[in-house]
T-cell receptor, first 116, second 111 residues
């Protein structure tokens, strides 16, 4: 097992710009999900990808989008960045889709995004 | 939609004392429930999960949680707190295609 790795660890962007965050899932995990954790709050579910297709989404606008690749890597893209997008973004992988079993996600250490 | 409520955003205990972190869930069907721990500037680590095989679930680092359907609760306990337990703890519940976290409880352990 190699765990879940995220890159970069820190990032500063300007309002209105676009950003891509990357995640490498644990080997064999066909499900990845992304979370936004604002300072002092619990993680908020953004979306989940299962076998390269989105199959669950939280309350986030369409400017938050993602991709999952066959090699267990994935991306979170955010367009038209806003100041409120400043947060820790966490990626997590699982051997199966959440809610379909007692799968607990394995989390990465996150990317700290600051929008100025 | 599922949700979880964690009572108490901050809990402070003395080293060696009982740790009790509260979590209540809302669900019309038996849920999948989890507890995660987050140390400063790190991601989340799975402590334990409710699998419906047993109502008392044992996790890592001496933590355990009891599923009580009648009270819709899944409280986390540890008999004796250690300084290294100081962290933020999140209860979570899953729905098909979604995962909901509580707002977290910060545990402070006093020497």
């Amino acid at each position: 097992e190699t765990g879940v790795t995220q890159s970069p660890t820190h990032l500063i962007k300007t309002r209105g710009q676009q950003v891509t965050l990357r995640c490498s899932s644990q080997s064999g995990h066909n499900t990845v999900s992304w979370y936004q954790q604002a300072l002092g709050q619990g993680p908020q579910f953004i979306f989940q990808y299962y076998r390269e297709e989105e199959n669950g989404r939280g309350n986030f606008p369409p400017r938050f989008s993602g991709l999952q690749f066959p090699n267990y890597s994935s991306e979170l893209n955010v367009n038209a960045l806003e100041l409120d997008d400043s947060a820790l973004y966490l990626c997590a992988s699982s051997p199966g889709p959440v809610g379909s079993g007692d799968y607990g996600y394995t989390f990465g250490s996150g990317t700290r995004l600051t929008v100025v | 939609a599922q949700s979880v409520t964690q009572l108490g955003s901050h809990v402070s205990v003395s080293e060696g004392a009982l740790v009790l972190l509260r979590c209540n869930y809302s669900s019309s069907v038996p849920p999948y429930l989890f507890w995660y721990v987050q140390y400063p500037n790190q991601g989340l680590q799975l402590l334990l999960k409710y699998t419906s095989a047993a109502t008392l679930v044992k996790g890592i680092n001496g933590f355990e949680a009891e599923f009580k359907k009648s009270e819709t609760s899944f409280h986390l306990t540890k008999p004796s707190a250690h300084m290294s337990d100081a962290a933020e703890y999140f209860c979570a519940v899953s729905d098909p295609g979604k995962f909901y976290f509580g707002s977290g409880t910060k545990l402070n352990v006093k020497p």
